[in-house]
Protein backbone atom coordinates (compact mmCIF):
# COMPACT_ATOMS: atom_id res chain seq x y z
CA UNK A 1 0.00 0.00 0.00
CA UNK A 2 1.57 3.28 -0.89
CA UNK A 3 1.98 6.08 1.53
CA UNK A 4 -0.28 9.19 1.25
CA UNK A 5 1.01 12.29 0.65
CA UNK A 6 -0.24 14.47 3.67
CA UNK A 7 0.55 13.92 7.64
CA UNK A 8 -1.32 13.66 10.69
CA UNK A 9 -0.61 14.50 14.27
CA UNK A 10 -0.05 12.12 16.98
CA UNK A 11 -2.57 12.59 19.84
CA UNK A 12 -0.61 15.15 22.54
CA UNK A 13 0.02 13.11 25.77
CA UNK A 14 1.37 14.50 28.80
CA UNK A 15 2.59 13.60 32.71
CA UNK A 16 1.92 16.07 36.04
CA UNK A 17 5.43 16.21 37.33
CA UNK A 18 4.27 16.32 40.45
CA UNK A 19 3.91 12.56 40.13
CA UNK A 20 7.37 12.28 39.66
CA UNK A 21 9.10 9.89 41.81
CA UNK A 22 12.84 9.12 40.74
CA UNK A 23 11.66 6.17 38.43
CA UNK A 24 10.63 5.98 34.84
CA UNK A 25 7.07 6.68 34.14
CA UNK A 26 5.31 6.14 31.13
CA UNK A 27 4.95 9.68 28.88
CA UNK A 28 3.31 8.33 25.44
CA UNK A 29 0.21 6.70 25.85
CA UNK A 30 -0.34 3.35 27.83
CA UNK A 31 -0.19 1.12 24.40
CA UNK A 32 2.72 3.32 23.16
CA UNK A 33 2.56 6.03 19.97
CA UNK A 34 0.00 4.92 17.76
CA UNK A 35 1.60 5.27 14.42
CA UNK A 36 5.12 5.38 13.03
CA UNK A 37 6.46 8.82 13.47
CA UNK A 38 8.75 10.80 11.40
CA UNK A 39 8.77 13.94 13.86
CA UNK A 40 8.30 13.91 17.82
CA UNK A 41 8.89 16.62 20.16
CA UNK A 42 8.80 16.42 24.20
CA UNK A 43 8.01 19.63 25.53
CA UNK A 44 9.37 20.13 29.73
CA UNK A 45 7.19 22.68 30.99
CA UNK A 46 7.97 21.53 34.03
CA UNK A 47 10.37 23.02 37.31
CA UNK A 48 12.75 20.10 37.02
CA UNK A 49 14.54 17.81 34.70
CA UNK A 50 13.64 15.10 33.03
CA UNK A 51 15.79 11.72 31.71
CA UNK A 52 14.06 10.12 28.30
CA UNK A 53 14.06 6.51 28.05
CA UNK A 54 12.69 4.49 24.84
CA UNK A 55 12.42 1.08 26.82
CA UNK A 56 12.03 2.13 30.58
CA UNK A 57 14.99 0.75 31.75
CA UNK A 58 18.13 3.00 29.99
CA UNK A 59 18.50 6.60 29.47
CA UNK A 60 18.48 8.10 26.47
CA UNK A 61 18.00 11.70 26.53
CA UNK A 62 17.96 14.45 29.17
CA UNK A 63 16.00 17.80 28.50
CA UNK A 64 16.51 20.76 31.08
CA UNK A 65 13.43 21.99 32.71
CA UNK A 66 11.45 24.69 30.37
CA UNK A 67 12.78 23.48 26.98
CA UNK A 68 12.33 21.26 24.58
CA UNK A 69 13.68 18.14 22.44
CA UNK A 70 12.29 17.83 19.02
CA UNK A 71 13.51 14.58 17.06
CA UNK A 72 13.00 15.00 13.33
CA UNK A 73 13.55 10.95 12.22
CA UNK A 74 13.54 11.49 8.51
CA UNK A 75 16.44 13.97 8.51
CA UNK A 76 18.90 11.51 10.39
CA UNK A 77 17.74 8.46 7.28
CA UNK A 78 20.76 7.12 5.69
CA UNK A 79 21.64 7.76 2.25
CA UNK A 80 20.14 3.97 1.02
CA UNK A 81 17.02 4.41 3.14
CA UNK A 82 13.80 5.73 2.57
CA UNK A 83 12.26 6.60 5.85
CA UNK A 84 13.21 6.49 8.91
CA UNK A 85 10.41 6.69 11.71
CA UNK A 86 10.34 6.05 15.24
CA UNK A 87 8.49 2.14 15.71
CA UNK A 88 4.69 2.04 16.18
CA UNK A 89 3.73 0.92 19.91
CA UNK A 90 7.21 2.76 21.04
CA UNK A 91 6.92 3.58 24.89
CA UNK A 92 8.41 6.83 25.89
CA UNK A 93 9.24 7.20 29.48
CA UNK A 94 10.24 10.26 32.05
CA UNK A 95 12.03 10.29 35.18
CA UNK A 96 12.78 12.93 37.53
CA UNK A 97 12.07 14.41 41.09
CA UNK A 98 8.77 15.69 41.48
CA UNK A 99 8.53 19.05 40.49
CA UNK A 100 5.50 21.37 39.14
CA UNK A 101 4.26 21.27 35.73
CA UNK A 102 3.55 18.89 32.68
CA UNK A 103 5.58 17.27 30.24
CA UNK A 104 4.02 16.69 26.66
CA UNK A 105 5.13 14.40 24.30
CA UNK A 106 3.70 15.15 20.25
CA UNK A 107 4.63 13.96 16.89
CA UNK A 108 3.51 13.59 13.13
CA UNK A 109 3.27 10.39 11.08
CA UNK A 110 2.36 9.86 7.16
CA UNK A 111 -0.88 7.51 6.78
CA UNK A 112 -0.82 4.67 4.42
CA UNK A 113 -3.13 4.42 1.77
CA UNK A 114 -4.11 6.17 -1.69
CA UNK A 115 -2.33 9.01 -3.12
CA UNK A 116 -2.94 12.31 -3.07
CA UNK A 117 -5.79 11.89 -0.14
Same mark, same amino acid.
Given at each position: ????????? !???????????? &?? =?? !? !????? /??????? =??????????????? =???? %?????I???????????? %?????????? !??????? =???????? &??? #?I??? #???? /?????
Open positions: MSVKNSVRP !LALSSIDSATFT &GA =YQ !L !LSPTT /GISNPAF =YIKIVNNSSVAVTVS =YDGT %NDHDFRAGSDAPINFQK %NSQPTNNNAL !LAQFTKV =YVKAAAGT &GLV #YSGW #YQQS /GQMGV
